[in-house]
């Protein structure tokens, strides 16, 4: 299986947003999480077999938002982009 990255444009300009407010909240919390990676990250995520609501996503509280973050930052496989231990982001598209 082959690692996909594909997202549309409005998708792709959605995830810069989250990129851009997820690199806030790491810095205010002292994690280092390369801008790339949680791109890349995020991306995978989406294309791979859980689709996120980015619109959704965006306008969450910190706490919220921080969790499906993060979450998949933990649990993501990064060689299928696949979640494990059954984390599941509480902004999957429905």
């Known amino acids: 299986m082959t690692l996909s990255f594909a ?3 409005d998708e792709s300009a959605l ?3 989250a990129v851009d407010r997820a690199m806030k909240l790491a810095d205010e919390m002292g994690l280092d999480y390369p801008r790339m990676d949680c791109h890349m990250d995020l991306t995978a995520c ?3 077999g859980n689709p996120l609501d980015f619109a959704r996503l965006v306008d969450a ?3 919220n938002f921080s969790h499906d973050v ?3 930052r933990r649990h993501i496989d990064r060689n299928t982009g696949k979640l494990l231990d059954c984390f ?3 902004f ?3």
Request: proline share 5%.
């Open 7 to 9: 997202c549309t444009k």
């Open 15 to 17: 995830i810069a947003k």
């Open 46 to 48: 989406h294309a791979n």
């Open 61 to 63: 509280d910190d706490f």
């Open 70 to 72: 993060l979450g998949i």
């Open 88 to 90: 599941s982001p509480r």
């Open 92 to 94: 999957s598209q429905r």
